[in-house]
């Protein structure tokens, strides 16, 4: 088990070695181009997908589940990211990208509930981009994205220091104390700081990097990256309520009211937009399975 000095020094050894550390597929990166770009429309992100009969097939899957299914089933992938969304089409590719750069491989780490408070944090974060006037400026495809990438800290950290993981496990089920907390206590940083560092590796927008770093802390990073920081760390706290928490992630410390309140979404939109986020949570179970 290392210690807070000697974990520093070997997360950017992992880093700096390339070998070992994840990449982001060549896909997933061609997918978020066309979704930024204004021009492609739903027929070329169709064309990008249909290469890859894995991606496909899970598409046409999600798209034909309860939670999205209505009338006929689709066959093909442009009915499926049709029916789908741009949306909810992004979140399955850049989830399904970051499964597979990272594998199967999971020591302690419930991947399927990973991927179900994840994908729920992402759309959650989206939306209520939209719905809060505080942080209305914020941009809802960057709140998208750190959202679903905010925990990939937890990947890495269950991925290439299982010890470390496990130790943190222990203490924080012992303890009921927040994970991050014990993260910092033990290895001088927690998952949202590491997480920012692949992301970096990965070159993501700084903005998007600097809130993953500091979700647990969001008054701490200024800013755009600041902002995006409270829109994750609220998201998290009404995923969590309404019960796609990831364990001992301290988002429990507040109400959704305090959220709202915090996010000044008005009185009038609060009740459609919790329901909206219980069925969020739902979807998220369905790109799950
Ligand atoms: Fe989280
Ligand atoms: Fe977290």
């Not at 992938?77 to 089409?89: E, P, S, W």
């Not at 994205?145 to 299982?162: R, Y």
């Not at 033990?186 to 590491?194: E, F, M, Q």
């Amino acid at each position: 088990m290392k210690t807070a000095t000697e974990f520093g020094p070997s997360l950017e050894a992992l880093l700096q070695s390339g070998k070992q550390l994840p990449s982001l597929p060549v896909l997933v990166i061609q997918v978020q181009k066309a979704l930024a770009n204004e021009m492609s429309g739903l027929r070329d992100i169709a064309q990008i997908i249909d290469r890859d009969p894995a991606l496909t097939a899970r598409l046409l899957r999600v798209a034909n589940s309860a939670a999205f299914s209505r009338g006929d089933p689709v066959t093909n992938i442009g009915a499926a990211v049709g029916r789908l969304g741009m949306g909810h089409v992004r979140s399955l590719c850049l989830a399904v990208g970051v499964v597979r750069a990272f594998g199967d491989a999971s020591h302690r780490l419930d991947h399927k509930r990973y991927w179900q408070h994840s994908a729920s944090v992402g759309m959650v974060s989206e939306r209520l981009t939209s719905e809060s006037k505080r942080y209305a400026r914020v941009d809802g495809a960057e709140a998208y994205t750190a959202g679903l990438l905010h925990d990939v800290g937890l990947l890495i950290l269950d991925q290439f220091f299982p010890e470390e993981f496990a130790g943190v496990q222990e203490e924080t089920d012992g303890d009921l104390e927040a994970r991050w907390r014990v993260e910092q206590a033990r290895l001088g940083l927690d998952h949202g700081a590491v997480g920012g560092r692949l992301l970096e590796r990965w070159q993501l927008p700084d903005a998007v990097r600097l809130a993953v770093a500091g979700h647990h802390q969001p008054e701490s990073a200024a800013g755009p990256a600041g902002e995006l920081a409270q829109v994750i760390w609220g998201a998290e706290a009404l995923c969590s309520a309404l019960g796609v928490e990831l364990g001992q992630e301290g988002a429990a410390e507040i109400t959704p009211t305090e959220v709202l309140d915090q996010c000044e979404v008005p009185a009038d939109r609060r009740e459609a937009f919790l329901a909206e986020v219980g069925l969020i949570g739902e979807r998220a179970l369905a790109f799950t399975h």
